[in-house]
């Protein structure tokens, strides 16, 4: 039982500074592309930083950061988790370190299910926040831990925030939302959830608010609009930013490292080009703006 | 016998929280496992639990015998629209005032059919019998949890256990009528409790199979294979595939183009490799949108309308298959 450790934070958050997860109680609105770009843009600013998946049933980071193929690697002091990119090593460059971990490494084969129910899940999570050694190689700190969670209000949620009850203080949550009412409703209940446990609201990005087409550059509002303003304004939440739908992002991450056309470069070079860097960097801003303290 | 008198055995009797690694106290190991060594509820898992079948299987078996079709709506990946799709597919099918049909949304943190179907705010009667589902038109019902919550935005913050044993109220309390011809089963993303406690409930009264959503990318595919080889190893039949969200038509320019990108094929591709029917594409349509937080049904606004008959051509493909199979069982 947990009777042990009341009172510690988990032991693999001791060389992390800040800690901010990225919730939203729907699916498919953008949790996992809002965390790469987040971990992107806090890299760029020359950031270490540490993406921890607890999506068990659906992991797609690994995916997102074109590291399916990569493992995860135990060590005498825990798991190492898999390196997407070391801007440290580079010369003359300002980026920093950006590190993965997610169940989608420990599974064999990528078409198999992982079918668990809640204790199980309970336990991996556990597991992840006690054995993962972050800020490994050259820095012995990480600057930020995102963590992306799956959809809901149930176990890993409950779970992580079991064991960040401990870890005070976070940061706290970035929610991420589509426009449409049958997400905002979703994330509302979310949103009660963070209060519920005690989760800071960092604000609500609106993802896929916009198609703009590339023919005549009309803006479409495909999922209507405006819904994560107004509900910011509702519950007074910070909105961080409108993220509209650009089928090139899509394409960025399918085409990452793609040797057949020549061209071997990870997602974080690929993403400064990117028209969507520098609405991001923008929510980053007001992210650091709000000066949060160091945990350590 | 009232709902509410049936005892619940997986939740009421378990002295503490279940502890890592629980084989699940329905499970025929349970209390007998190596987990299972120390946990104060072993005692309880161990002799307490009949032995044989749940009794209230043969319930949950009465109550769905009324039902002639049972369709789970599955997809490993949220918002892809399997929600969308089940009420597109409740309207379409009940577009016949001859047949009667039942929704189910199992989807308990994030439930969005009562919004789609324009029964937001509505609440579940209790009666002798069970509980009534909330009807928003003649011939369609509907129960979700959003019926049961105090207020909408509260958070329904459940873990497993609590899950499974609303969902098996679902199934065994629900009063569907004297016949219904089809059970429409909306779940949540992913392969979990859920899914798990619905497949092993409806498992006696039989399901038809699963119609599987997904979007084109891969990102969303690769969840879907997974969802798949559950399927697969849960022993459900796949009646189809069906890609939403496939490409958009700008209405200002007609211009098409493909917002998720199928790189690696699409749906049509990972039917071919796994097998199974693709139903056909379904393209992105802004009213789509709009009719479901509004309610309304998108047939009787925008009938003639590309996604319309494109969703049309899919509700029919799949009561195609599901009638052709039927017939094989008879003969």
Redesign the interface.
């Known amino acids: 039982m947990e009777t042990e450790t009341i009172g510690e934070a988990p032991v693999s958050l001791k060389n992390v500074k800040h800690v901010i997860l990225i919730l939203s109680g729907k699916g498919g609105v953008g949790k996992s592309s809002v965390t790469t770009q987040t971990a992107i843009s806090l890299v760029n600013k020359g950031f270490n930083v540490g993406v921890l998946d607890i999506d068990l049933t659906g992991p797609s980071l690994p995916r997102m950061f074109g590291v399916e193929d990569k493992q995860v690697f135990q060590s005498t002091a825990g798991w190492v988790p898999v390196k997407v990119y070391e801007g440290k090593k580079q010369e003359d460059s300002k980026k920093g370190n950006l590190s993965l971990m997610s169940l989608g490494f420990l599974i064999g084969n990528r078409n198999s299910s992982v079918v668990w129910r809640g204790p199980k899940k309970t336990a991996m999570i556990r597991q992840f926040l006690k054995d993962v050694v972050w800020g490994g190689g050259d820095d012995k700190h990480l600057d930020y831990l995102l963590i992306d969670t799956p959809p809901g209000t149930s176990d890993e949620h409950i779970a992580i925030a079991e064991e960040l009850r401990w870890a005070q203080p976070i940061d706290g949550a970035i929610i991420v939302t589509t426009p449409q009412q049958v997400a905002t409703a979703d994330v509302r209940k979310e949103i009660n959830f963070c209060k519920k446990v005690n989760f800071g609201i960092l604000g609500v990005i609106e993802n896929m608010s916009g198609f703009i087409c590339p023919y005549c550059s009309e803006c479409t509002s495909i999922f209507s609009s405006g819904g994560g303003k107004t509900l910011c304004e509702s519950l007074d939440l910070t909105f961080l930013g409108n993220l509209p739908i650009d089928p090139t992002f899509v394409e960025l991450i399918e085409t990452q490292n793609d040797k057949s056309k020549g061209e071997n470069k990870s997602l974080v070079d690929l993403y400064d080009d990117s028209p969507l860097k520098p609405v991001m960097n923008e929510v980053v801003e007001k992210i650091l703006a709000k000066n949060y303290p160091s945990r350590i | 016998m009232a709902p509410s008198q049936v005892q619940d055995i997986s939740n009421t009797q378990l002295e503490a929280p279940?502890?890592?690694?629980?084989p699940?106290p329905e499970s025929e190991s349970a209390g007998k496992e190596d987990a299972c060594q120390g946990c104060p509820n072993q005692n309880i898992c161990a002799s307490q639990l009949p032995q044989g079948p749940d009794p209230d299987m043969s319930l949950i078996h009465q109550r769905l015998s009324v039902i002639d079709h049972k369709i789970l709506v599955l997809s490993?990946?949220?918002?892809?629209g399997k929600?969308t799709f089940t009420s597109m597919l409740a309207w379409a099918i009940a577009a016949d005032e001859d047949i009667e049909v039942g929704a189910m949304d199992l989807?308990?943190?994030?439930p969005?059919l009562p919004?789609?179907l324009g029964a937001n705010g509505e609440t579940v009667h209790q009666s002798n019998s069970g509980w009534s589902p909330v009807y928003v038109a003649d011939n369609l019902g509907v129960i979700s949890i959003s019926f049961m919550l105090p207020d909408?935005?509260?958070?329904?913050?459940?873990?497993?256990?609590k899950?499974n044993g609303l969902i098996k109220q679902f199934l065994k309390d629900v009063t569907w009528g004297e016949h219904l011809d089809y059970l429409l089963v909306d779940t949540?993303?992913?392969?979990?409790?859920e899914?798990?406690s619905v497949t092993n409930y409806m498992k006696e009264a039989g399901i038809d199979g699963a119609l599987i959503v997904t979007?084109p990318?891969?990102?969303?595919l690769?969840?879907v294979?997974?969802?798949?080889?559950?399927c697969r190893?849960a022993n459900i039949r796949i009646l189809g595939l069906v890609e939403n969200m496939s490409g958009?038509v700008?209405?200002?320019?007609k211009?098409e183009?493909?917002?998720?990108?199928p790189?690696?094929g699409g749906g049509r591709k990972l039917c071919e490799e796994l097998g199974i029917p693709f139903l056909g594409s379904v393209p992105?349509d802004?009213r789509i949108?709009?009719a479901?937080?509004s309610g309304e049904c998108f047939f009787n606004d925008y009938a003639d309308s590309p996604a319309a008959t494109a969703i049309l051509d899919v509700v029919d493909a799949l009561r195609d298959n599901i009638e052709v199979n039927m017939k094989k069982l008879s003969i």
């Open positions: 279940e502890p890592e690694h629980c699940g490993g990946k949220g918002g892809v929600s989807d308990i943190c994030g969005s919004l789609m909408p935005d509260s958070a329904v913050i459940w873990r497993g256990a899950k949540p993303p992913g392969t979990s409790d899914h798990l979007t990318q891969e990102v969303s690769l969840d294979r997974k969802e798949i080889d559950f190893k958009f700008c209405p200002n320019c211009g183009s493909f917002i998720f990108k790189t690696t992105l802004p949108a709009k479901c937080d």
